[in-house]
């Protein structure tokens, strides 16, 4: 047939090329293809002619192409090849060009190619610029073959430069030239002369020029479609892959050794994949092109596993997603090609032999197969091979062997690639094989915009301003035979990739410059055909590739599925062969880590690794991103460290390296989740480090910080160290001290954090401390690659480059500050990893970096890297709101990591005192707190803006330079940046008022109470103190003492919460200064409250509540409060009336944190140790062992006389206890443990403190007083006994012998202590100094003892009268709170009454009934509803206030229990010696100050801070040196009659005007008040807006909001009804959708447009730019999409609704059904408009179905109307529905259904109640149901759950995907945090 004419025709072309001598054929020679033939022509440039194309067996097929060809060549018409990726539409065209001996102008099209390119380009020789014809110009002048390779890779607008060129064989050169037809040329000659058409530049092109293109079909491969004008101008033909028969001859042919069926299976295999069908299932074409590589290694090894060889053809595990792995698995079936049971495989290298002595640069390899060793040959390396890449540098792991042996099968046919997880080890496995190879490595890192030259040649100048092209280290490689790592092929663009191919493919390739490399084999032909030397080839610049030139590719998997990193395109998969570079596995990577770091703690190994496998095995994208941050290269970094300090813990250490403190809220609980699974906890020693071990010193020449110790550096550059204002505190210190760790172990810094944080102030301080010379570089969006290295700049006409401080660093050792590093592209920062990881890098004018000084023998252009270089970068966090790039997700793992946050309170407190010295510690602690608080609502995702310490620390310097302005001002100057935003604004406003920031209060909102004049004191006669008994015999009492019993310890539970206290004084100044609530539940009654003061600043609060008995206990200013349930001590008895009453008495000094708790009833004293946990029961005297037989006080209705306890004095550890009605005093010294028992001949009613050794007692029934002296040391004094006197009370004479009944007083509170003599003489008017105290009754506001109780004589008491005995007043019958009080005449238990010696106060609290409220409230106004009024009567300035206390929101049932503890709601404690506290039995603790001078002290400093606005306006003063003023203010004349003057600049004494003096004007000398009077405006007068102006507004409002309720046709009642979802989820809408619009806007980021004509210059045309082109600019602009990428899809969301019946149910009890109704319309109101991105649809499940339509996708609501109705469907959906559940079913059916549809991401959210185990719904089962198919994010929010089981639902649940919302409030916020976290991933 035609193959064998076409043999011998060749054989005769041959023959006639030999006798002619090289000569090409002669005149006569034609070439006959079937019946077309063609007459050779003697080619011009014999080494253009393409040689050793054309095999012995041409297919047949080939052969009707090469006729096809002809005829079109004969026609004169220009031919376009299309088909398939793959080598065969090229050979056919230079097997083609080899027949016809034609010479060939190749050119390899890219996105970079311009016309300069095509046409000609400018060269600068001897200083003027020279056009150069390029390619197209050159083959139509000499007549050649342009072959245009990728036509559908340029971009659109530069072919069309061709297009007349095809059609007229016209072209207008831009050297003025013109390029005209043959036929017009030769017609035009013989008109005119040959010199007339040079002077008019005519050029004839030649009738032999051709052009061939070569194209893939683009709507199938990804490209630009061809232009209709260019497509007419060929003529095409479909060049498809070899027919069947013909490519099995041509493997059969190749693989001899193969039996024949293999052959035939595999290719029909192969063939099966590249049919139309597969196509349309999405999978790549099979290269076919390559099998015949595959079956030259199968004829070496033809045991070899088929199915293993398809995977290195054909990676499609990890190509494909799970439908395509099916598909290719089921042809693998089909043809058999299946392994069997056990594959056999190359496990390992045996032996590597080189031939030392010739030059054929082979090498013997010897690999272990299927039990034996079979030897073959390989290209190897020019150095001799097996060199050890380094001693025990490489571990050699099992499946590390196995690679190694399958790249050496690879190695014997083709290129490779490597694809495999960053950090796994590809690096290192490829300079590990290219070293037992022998093989010199180049290492070439590719970035995203690297250019077509980049890869090849790029231009420079020569010292004399020439321009050269140099060539990259790619080229040189071919050159020399090194092997080439392609570092990061997924990163460059298929499109710059693909002018390779002809080199990967054919080992050919042509150069910028028109150098042509050639394959040895064309080569030595060339050679002995022309008879030529490599000298004379050489000038003619063709050049041999190196037999031994191999490249191997790395590069990171593709995402199956995803638009973008889909990078493995079939024209790819032709280049190599793939060979996927597993992780390790687990026994692996601990040999690996146990090899590499010796002495590591294996216990922590393995925790590691369990943790780190688990990650990396489950489906979860957030566990997947987790573990691609514990490559192993982290692993090893983890294990470093820990070998050096072994006392760190695991946790720490997984933290830093995952960031977790930045990551987004699902990950982190994902995390978190892991890590407890894996048993690696927190170690408590992490976070509590002594301020000891933190010292940072330096000591002869040495740094310790804290573990760390390192000599300090002596640099040569000093002044490049920097010197920073840096205030210590434990935090950074911390953080230094972790970053030396890291740095002495030689590893890169990696600093994250929000901004102003200090990271710059942390990193100068550190290099300060180590004096090291840093060098900086900041980097942006526009940042380079070029910019990165070199800076480049034209002087005299010679481009000359400038390092940047990244090539000073490295080559001067400095440190390099790499600040931003997020505002970079990652494509440009990646090519530090090199630098980092391989210690090698190319700048781009040639010079290379290299870290070892061995490996520069003697090469030029080399820098080696100084062994003191380190880079620190900083970075913001990932995420929202930087939206920066991630710099972390792409280069975290080679950086060892450090978290940089906002300095913990006690730091960020130290710090801002060394700030502001002179500012009030309390407005430095206020802003800590408030800023503290908005932290920690920006990591919740509640705000989006983080603040930080950066803010704090300029609103400190502001206070400390202008003291005056007050704080509510300054913080202002942080926070107006928020002013416009209403959600934010009220956010901010409430947290600040919270923490006591008044913003936004006015100088003038003090509201005090009102003052009422108190009663002149009364004189009401005396005390006398008589000794009892005869006078001679004093009356003494016995004592007796004995040991108190200790039953216990008993361990109890603390339990914490938090204390949200909330500074009172936001907005106005009141005597209340702070309040928070503690929480109690309804039934639960608060029986005693006492404050204990610690120190100087901090008092313990302590509440007793009886109902269960428990102890409530926090400190005043602490985030936290802490709860003891004592139920277990005080059961609750049935049915009983017994009501426990508890007393607390904290305890002082050494016993601080101990509590004495007393049952009044039972007599039970508990001592509790709030420091330590623990509870003991005291025993003071024998019969308290046995409990009162309860029975008995049940049934009996007598009146249990209760206990009572004096605490006084329980600050100094004693107490005294008594009975009412009995007759013995018990004291407890509670340091002692001892207990005194003094016997009295009385019955004591109740006993008072007055002072340590003087004891005032109530004898009941008569209320006699006596007066108890006892002896202060007990122990001490023999006679054990203590003195009664009688104290009488004797009226005064009123003359005449009258005496006024004293009334006998009860006293209800009596102070301690005594008055100050200042304080006495006010109160009394005179000028007196005695002992005194102050007491207080139920008659009297207060009364006086004077002389009591120190004066033996008789004592004056004055008295303050009240009106009416307090509880007489009948109560108001409108008070509805005023139940009734117990008729029994009982009197409660605590008389909520306090002294204040100091503040010279009676404090008490009042029932509304007791309080004038008349004259308190004008007639107008209505009481408020109070708990009760606080009653202070001030004796200093005679005045009484009534305070009224806000009532609970919840009031207990048990109101008859309450009204034996007290008259009010509210129990009174006294607070230091200037305030009170009061708690209400709801639990609401609030401070009130009521000492009148500290109030005054508070309230200047409260107008401080609000700052002194004193209404004047404000004058601008310019002072002049000298010289007069033309108009010089002037006193004025003075007007006789004294008429009031406004303005005139002439009277004296006017309001407003100028120059004259006067109030209110402006530019007068002074201001002269002439009496008139001046209405100034106040300054919030002038600021309020006028109220009909905002009458208008609300006007016009309204109006707007009715004619829009009838645009969309919906009644008042529903736009009511509909605002009430709507307006619940109004914040979360909001930040929703900025978070929306920040997407949007990050995906529309402008990018970098090249080849422009206008804009800026481009650096890396620079050259171009001298040589006179044009298009050298570069702007931004909106990129148009990749290539055929598939058109942004949009994400897809799902909302399951649980409407079923039970949510209507249960809606009563926690508004379930509502709170789902507002996530709907939440969702519907956020995704408005962003239809385009975000399509959404609704769906419910209950008892009637799993797939209820509520919102469909395409039909979305477009107004509160529609979103009404579906709401309301919602809503009557499930009150009518059937009961049942559909959770499982209609989750798996939303997933399923939405995965069908395309789109970018798939999200599927399922609310349900957790009432699936009523169902019988294992939650195993439904966990699977969410992960059923792992493209679909699917989320679930339990809504409410009766007792725990969403939490026991939520564990088995896998992690981060099951969301608890016991406060249904949460929802929307939970919506928020799903969208946040998953959707940044996603961009």
Known sequence: GAARRVRLLLGQVAAQRRTAGGGGGGAGDRVIIGDVSFKLKAPKNPELVPGNYISDTLAQSVTQHLRWIMQKDLLGQDVFLIGPPGPLRRSIAMQYLELTKREVEYIALSRDTTETDLKQRREIRAGTAYYLDQCAVRAATEGRILVLEGLEKAERNVLPVLNNLLENREMQLEDGRFLVSAERYDKLLKEHKKAELDAWKLVRVSEDFRVIALGLPVPRYLGNPLDPPLRSRFQARDVYYLPFKDHLALLYHIGSNVATERISQLLSFATTLCTQESSALGLPDFPLDSLSSAVKILNTFPMMSVQHLIHWLYPYEILLGKEGKTAVEDALKRFELRDSTKPSLPTRVTNVRKKENDQSFQ????????????????????????????????????????????????????????????????????????????????????????????????????????????????????????????????????????????????????????????????????????????????????????????????????????????????????????????????????????????????????????????????????????????????????????????????????????????????????????????????????????????????????????????????????????????????????????????????????????????????????????????????????????????????????????????????????????????????????????????????????????????????????????????????????????????????LGDIFSCHAVDNPNPDSELAMLRQYGPEVPEPVLQKLVAAFGELRSLADQGIINYPYSTREVVNIVKHLQKFPTEGLANVVRNVFDFDSYNNEMREILIRILHKHGIPIGAKPTSVLLAKEFPLPDPKFMGYWKVNQLGNTQQKFLCPIETRRTDVKGPLYINVQAFPMERHEARSLSFTEEHAFWSLPLNEVNLVCDVAVAQENETENVLYVATCNPVSLYFMGLSGANGYYVDLYDIFPRTVGGIWQPLVTVAPLGNPLRGQVILHEEQTNTILLLDTNTCTIRQLLLSPDMHEAPKRTSWWGSKEEVRSHKMCREFSHQNWLVFYKEEGSQLVVLDALEGSAHTISLPIHLKSVFLVSEDQWLLVESQTNRKYLLTKPVHMELEESHVCQLYAVSEEPVEAGFGVTTALGVMEPQAVASDQLSSEKLSAALGQKISSPNRLLSDEQNYAALVVGFPDLRS???????????????????????????????????????????????????????????????????????????????????????????????????????????????????????????????????????????????????????????????????????????????????????????????????????????????????????????????????????????????????????????????????????????????????????????????????????????????????????????????????????????????????????????????????????????????????????????????????????????????????????????????????????????????????????????????????IVLSDANLERYGIPPARFAQALTVNPQVNAFTIFIGSLGDQAGRLQRMMPAGRAFIAMDTKEIPQILQQIFTSTMLSGT
């Open 1354 to 1804: 008789s004592n004056e008491v004055y008295s303050w009268p009240r009106g009416s005995t307090l509880g007489k007043s009948q109560p108001l019958p409108s008070d509805p709170l005023y139940y009734g009080r117990p008729s029994k005449g009982r009197a409660a238990k605590r008389t909520n009454c306090v002294t204040l010696p100091v503040a010279n106060q009676v404090v008490r609290v009042l029932a509304p009934g007791d309080v004038p409220l008349k004259e308190l409230y004008t007639k107008d106004v209505a009481p408020p509803q109070t708990a009760g009024y606080l009653e202070i009567t001030d004796l200093t300035i005679k005045k009484l206030k009534y305070i009224p206390v806000p009532r609970s929101a919840s009031l207990t049932p048990y109101t008859s229990w309450l009204s034996t503890i007290s008259d009010t709601d509210v129990l009174l404690a006294k607070l230091g010696n200037s305030g009170v506290v009061t708690v209400d039995m709801g639990g609401n603790v609030r401070l009130w100050e009521t000492s009148f001078e500290s109030l005054q002290r508070s309230l200047q400093e409260w107008r401080n801070m609000i700052g002194q606005e004193d209404g004047r306006p404000v004058q601008i003063t310019i002072e002049r040196e000298s010289g007069l003023d033309v108009r010089s203010p002037k006193h004025g004349k003075i007007d006789p009659d004294n008429t009031p003057h406004i303005g005139g600049n002439t009277w004296a004494g006017g309001t407003g005007g100028r120059d004259t003096a006067g109030l209110g004007g402006k530019g007068g000398p002074y201001r002269l008040d002439a009496g008139h009077k001046v209405y100034q405006v106040s300054q919030a007068e002038k600021d309020a807006v006028p109220e009909e102006v905002k009458r208008a507004a609300r006007e016009m409002a309204e109006k707007a909001f009715k004619q829009r309720l009838k645009e969309i046709k919906m009644s008042e009642y529903d736009a009511a009804k509909y605002e009430r979802f709507s307006g619940a989820v109004r914040r979360q809408v909001q930040l929703l959708r900025v978070l929306l619009d920040s997407l949007q806007a990050k995906g529309k980021e402008r990018q970098w447009l090249r080849h422009q004509a206008v804009g800026e210059l481009d650096d890396t045309k620079i050259i171009d730019s001298l040589t006179g082109e044009k298009a050298i600019y570069k702007r931004r602009g909106e990129l148009d999409p990749q290539l055929g990428s598939p058109l942004q899809k949009p994400k897809r969301l799902r909302l399951v609704m649980d409407v079923s019946g039970s949510m209507y149910r249960f809606n009563g009890v926690d508004g379930r059904l509502e709170r789902s109704m507002e996530a709907a319309c939440m969702v519907m109101e956020a995704f408005e408009n962003y239809e385009h991105k975000f399509k959404y649809d609704i769906t419910g499940h209950s008892g009637d179905g799993f797939n209820i339509a509520l919102v469909n996708s395409d039909k979305v609501p477009k107004n509160n109307k529609e979103r009404l109705e579906v709401l309301k469907i919602m809503h009557a959906h499930s009150q009518f529905c059937m009961s049942g559940d559909h959770t499982l079913e209609g989750t798996e059916h939303a997933i399923q259904e939405i995965a069908k549809e395309e789109a970018d991401e798939y999200f599927v």
């Open 363 to 890: 090498a013997d390899v010897t690999v272990h197969i299927a039990g034996k060793d079979v030897t073959f040959q390989v290209p190897a390396g020019t150095e001799p091979a097996n060199r050890c890449s380094g001693p025990g540098d490489f571990i050699r792991t099992a499946s590390h062997e196995q690679l190694l042996a399958g790249m050496m099968l690879s190695h014997m046919v083709k290129d490779m690639c490597l694809i495999g997880a960053k950090g796994c080890g590809k690096t290192v496995v490829a300079k590990e094989f290219s070293a037992a190879l022998g093989y010199d490595t180049e290492s070439f890192m590719l970035y995203q915009d690297m250019t077509a030259r980049d890869l090849l040649q790029q231009r420079y100048t020569l010292p004399n301003g020439d321009t050269a092209w140099r060539p990259s280290p790619l080229v040189t490689a071919a050159l020399e035979g090194k092997l080439v790592i392609l570092d990061g092929i997924h990163r460059v663009n298929p499109g710059t990739l693909a002018i390779l191919q002809r080199l990967i493919h054919d080992r050919e390739m042509t150069l910028y410059d028109g150098t042509i490399l050639l394959r040895q084999d064309r080569y030595e032909k060339l050679k002995e055909d022309l008879q030529l030397s490599d000298e004379n080839l050489q000038q003619r610049s063709i050049f041999p590739i190196h037999p031994s030139f191999r490249i191997i590719a790395l590069a990171e998997p593709p995402v199956a599925g995803s638009t973008t990193q889909q990078w493995l395109v079939p024209e790819l998969l032709t280049f190599f062969l793939f060979h996927y570079v597993k992780p390790l596995n687990r026994r692996e990577e601990m040999r690996v880590i146990h090899e590499k770091v010796p002495n590591v703690p294996s216990a922590a190994v393995e925790q590691l690794l369990k943790l780190t496998h688990k990650l990396r095995e489950t489906q979860d994208p957030q566990a997947q991103s987790l573990a691609s941050s514990l490559s192993t290269r982290q692993l090893l970094r983890i294990c470093r460290r820990l070998s050096h300090y072994p006392d760190e813990s695991l946790c720490h250490s997984i933290n830093k390296a995952c960031l977790s403190r930045f990551l987004p809220n699902l990950a982190a609980s994902a995390l978190h989740k892991n890590l407890l699974d894996c048993g690696i906890h927190a170690s408590p020693a992490d976070t509590e480090k002594t301020d000891e071990s933190l010292s940072c010193e330096i000591n002869s020449g040495i740094l310790r910080l804290g573990a760390a110790v390192i000599p300090v550096h002596n640099p040569k550059e000093k002044m490049k160290v920097p010197d920073v204002l840096f205030y210590e505190n434990k935090q950074h210190a911390l953080l230094m001290e972790n970053m030396l760790k890291d740095f002495l172990l030689g590893e890169h810094l990696l600093l994250v954090g929000n901004q102003g944080v200090g990271k710059n102030k942390v990193v100068d301080r550190f290099l300060h401390l180590l004096n090291r010379p840093r060098e900086y570089l900041q980097l942006h969006r526009d940042t380079t690659v070029q910019s990165l290295t070199l800076q480049t700049s034209v002087k005299d006409g010679l481009v000359v480059y400038e390092d940047s401080p990244l090539v000073k660093a490295v080559q001067l050792g400095h440190i390099l500050v790499i600040d931003e590093a997020d505002k970079a592209p990652t494509n440009v920062t990646c090519i530090l990893k090199t630098l980092v990881e391989s210690g090698e890098m190319i700048l781009s004018d040639g010079r290379r970096l290299i870290a070892n000084p061995a490996s520069v023998r003697g090469r030029k252009n080399v820098i080696v890297i100084h062994p003191d270089f380190r880079m620190i970068v900083l970075a913001n966090r990932p995420g929202f709101p930087f939206l920066g790039n991630d710099f972390f997700g792409t």
